[in-house]
């Protein structure tokens, strides 16, 4: 422009470069002081040094100097906020065409019921939630003037007069969850009642939504063609809320770890949060956002499916941002779009924030290499050891180094069914296949015999060459159905209780395994409303009447991942009927898990983050041996049988070659779990377990039919 301009003959130049970017929100504009000060270009060096240095270290000095020299900055009066004008252009904005106004009004503090058709469907996860849930449903009847809301609240087992205060509105569909399911699991229990509206608003319900909030992100979002638009979220007293975020990487870990919300002026690369005051004035695209309020497309609704419950609380959005970004959505801020945020909705303690840290680096884990979260992980090490003597921060940094403390932490919990949720409950069958299970079928029964005797669900005990009183106990529970196979085999009896049943999907239950009604229906909502065709509740061990190298193995096999990945462990396991039709019948198998595992593709099954069933272990290390000689056993009978059951089932190709099912993964990951003398002595005494098995399995030459029921007598 110095050079070439006076040719122009133009009286005024612009030039624009940058500012398109900032305008967009791709490039963060640098902290005030920086810009003040004329250092606005190292700013953006710093940002994008490979792209800048040559131009403005190189090319630029003597014209950097010139205008250091010569430019002058014109003093301008402050604009009107732009949340202001956001609401002034909605209401004034002329004539808005079909494909952009709202399809049809609301009733004016009325919402829409189940059957009704809807703009909005607002998905609110409640816990306790007596204190604010009026206020959020008062603010979003004000709302419904020009859009028809549909609002479903998922409970999540309150203990104080929330749900009583729902009932007092009855066009809001209020779904106990029968458990503490977290918020994803929340969400998820509910998410099929959002179908076929325009678009999906998730609130907290600690929120009081401002004036036309819903309608500007709902115009934000068919403006920008956005997946998913959050709004401006402001504290109690009216100032902004800091709720922007970046992705999280080991560069923005280190950052915040070594200064916290000081030096808020730093680059984005050293923040997760996004401290920059201009970011909270104008609309633009986004990483992520706290997960208090968004406005989800319908359609992306449907395409993500359901959230991600391993976090049950904190870092679920982020996973949700993350993969609708991944799947080609953009995220957008609109800051026009005011909710207040009165916080602490999900409650505070040193557990809870403990949980916070910790899901932050889970969903690393699940997205990054190895060494990329064990980087991380040391990022948010040195983050709480800096900060260890804060009460708020008590423990936690023990809670990060020693892994095997993780499952302590808050994670979902059964409530006594009320009796109203009963009529409510999934359609589903329960299959108990039990061979001489008289000492633990009552226990069994006894979690499901609400549900059998109000014709909830379906209840079928098959009783497999039964010589004792199991039967007996078991046709004693209303509406449980018994029947008798009259060979002692686990398979004959899911076959023959697979003709008799009647209802899908269906869950498949070992004699000795308690599973509580608030799993089961998270197992059966999860398969009936969604696209996988398989999946399991969590599970847990119970090693407490154990020998000490039996309960040494266990601590080890608790740090192997893959223990806890696949169907099979866990003496549970449910399939739909699209999945069932994978195989037809069961094969005569030992391993009848490990043989459904393999009929599906990772993202075909799920493992849900359920109040865990309760595994109890064997007690004595010879009845450890056992149970280990089976699973091989199992192991190598499938591999040997995989090339003829290829033909009529899927069997994947690993299994029809050597037949290792993952030995060689196991092992990788008992020596990636050691960290210190006593985990590396627990995987000791696993690998010893193992070994022995193994090869006592192999010298055996004894054959044992697949149709013997073998189970741990020590344990029962």
């Excluded at 080609?328 to 800051?335: A, D, K, L, T, V």
Aim: net charge neutral; hydrophobic share 40%; aromatic share 8%.
């Amino acid at each position: 422009m110095a050079k070439y301009g006076p040719e122009t003959g133009a009286n005024v130049l612009l030039a624009f470069g940058a500012v398109v970017d900032f305008l967009a929100g791709s490039v963060q504009r640098a902290p005030k002081w920086a810009s003040d000060n004329g250092l606005e270009w190292a700013w953006r060096l710093a940002l994008e040094p490979r792209r800048l240095a040559r131009r403005y270290l190189v090319d630029d000095p003597p014209s950097l100097i010139r205008l250091r020299r010569e430019s002058h900055l014109i003093a301008s009066e402050t604009p009107a906020p732009v949340e202001e004008a956001g609401v002034e252009a909605l209401q004034t904005r002329p004539a808005l065409n079909a494909s952009t106004s709202p399809s049809h009004g609301g009733s004016t503090g009325h919402f829409a019921s189940q059957g009704q058709q809807a703009d909005i469907t607002v998905l609110a996860v409640t816990y306790n939630s007596a204190d604010t849930i009026e206020e959020l449903i008062a603010t979003l009847r004000a709302e419904t003037g020009s859009l028809s809301l549909r609002v479903v609240v998922a409970d999540n087992g309150s203990s104080d007069s929330t749900l009583d205060l729902l009932a007092q509105h009855p066009d809001v569909i209020a779904v106990r969850t029968g458990g503490n399911l977290g918020y994803a699991g929340g969400l998820n229990s509910v998410m099929h009642l959002a179908r076929d509206c325009e678009a999906v608003l998730v609130l907290n319900p600690d929120l009081r939504v401002e004036p036309h909030a819903i309608a500007l992100l709902l115009d934000r979002m068919r403006r920008s063609g956005a997946g998913i638009v959050v709004p401006r979220l402001l504290e109690s007293d009216g100032s902004t809320y800091v709720s922007l975020r970046r992705e999280p990487s080991v560069a923005t870990a280190f950052g915040d770890a070594l200064c916290g919300a000081r030096f808020t002026g730093r680059p984005g690369w050293a923040s997760e949060l996004d401290y920059d005051a201009e970011s909270y004035q104008h609309p633009h695209r986004i990483d992520w956002a706290t997960g208090a309020a968004l406005l989800i497309k319908g359609s992306l609704v449907h395409r993500l499916g359901a959230w991600d419950e391993q976090f049950f609380l904190y870092s679920e959005e982020v996973d949700y941002f993350r993969r609708a970004r991944e799947g080609g959505e953009s995220i957008w801020y609109e800051p026009a779009a005011k909710m207040t945020h009165h916080m602490g909705g999900s409650g505070s303690s040193t557990s809870l924030n403990a949980l916070m840290v910790i899901n932050r680096i889970r969903y690393v884990r699940k997205y990054h290499s190895k060494k990329y979260a064990s980087a991380f992980r040391s990022a948010v090490l040195l983050a709480e050891g800096l900060r260890a003597f804060k009460a708020s921060r008590r423990g936690i940094f023990k809670t990060v180094l020693d892994e095997s403390s993780w499952g302590g932490l808050p994670r979902p919990g059964a409530v006594v069914q009320h009796p109203s949720s009963l009529a409510a409950f999934p359609s589903g069958t329960v299959i108990i296949p039990a061979h001489n299970e008289e000492a633990v079928i009552a226990r069994t029964l006894h979690q499901l015999a609400d549900l059998a005797a109000s014709d909830s669900i379906e209840v079928i005990v098959a009783c497999n060459g039964c010589t004792d009183r199991t039967a007996k106990i078991a046709v004693s529970f209303p509406g449980v159905k018994v029947i008798e196979v009259e060979t002692a085999s686990k398979v004959a009896a899911l076959n023959a209780a697979d003709k008799i049943a009647s209802h899908w999907p269906r869950v498949y239950l070992d004699a000795d395994i308690e599973m509580s009604p608030t799993a089961l229906k998270m197992v059966l909502d999860r398969l009936t409303h969604s696209e996988v065709l398989a999946g399991r509740p969590a599970f847990e061990y119970d090693d407490s009447l154990a020998e000490a190298p039996v309960r040494a193995f266990y601590r080890a096999r608790r740090r192997i991942p893959s223990a806890n990945q696949a169907l099979w462990g866990a003496g549970v396991y449910g399939l739909t009927e699209e999945g069932h039709a994978r195989f037809g019948e069961f094969p005569a198998l030992t391993a009848d898990d490990l043989f459904v595992d393999q009929q599906f593709e990772s993202w075909e099954k799920v493992v849900l983050n359920t109040p865990p069933v309760r595994v109890v272990t064997p007690r004595t290390v010879e009845s450890l041996f056992a149970i280990l000689q089976r699973n091989y056993r199992g192991q190598a009978e499938f591999t040997a049988k995989a090339r003829n059951l290829s033909q009529a089932v899927r069997v994947p190709t690993a299994f029809l070659g050597s037949g290792d099912t993952g030995s060689r993964r196991t092992t990788r990951e008992l020596i990636s779990s050691v960290r210190g003398p006593g985990s590396a002595l627990d995987a000791v005494v696993y690998a010893s377990f193992v070994v022995r098995a193994r090869l006592k399995q192999k010298r055996q030459t004894t054959k044992v039919s697949v149709a013997a029921w073998e189970r741990d007598v020590s344990s029962r």
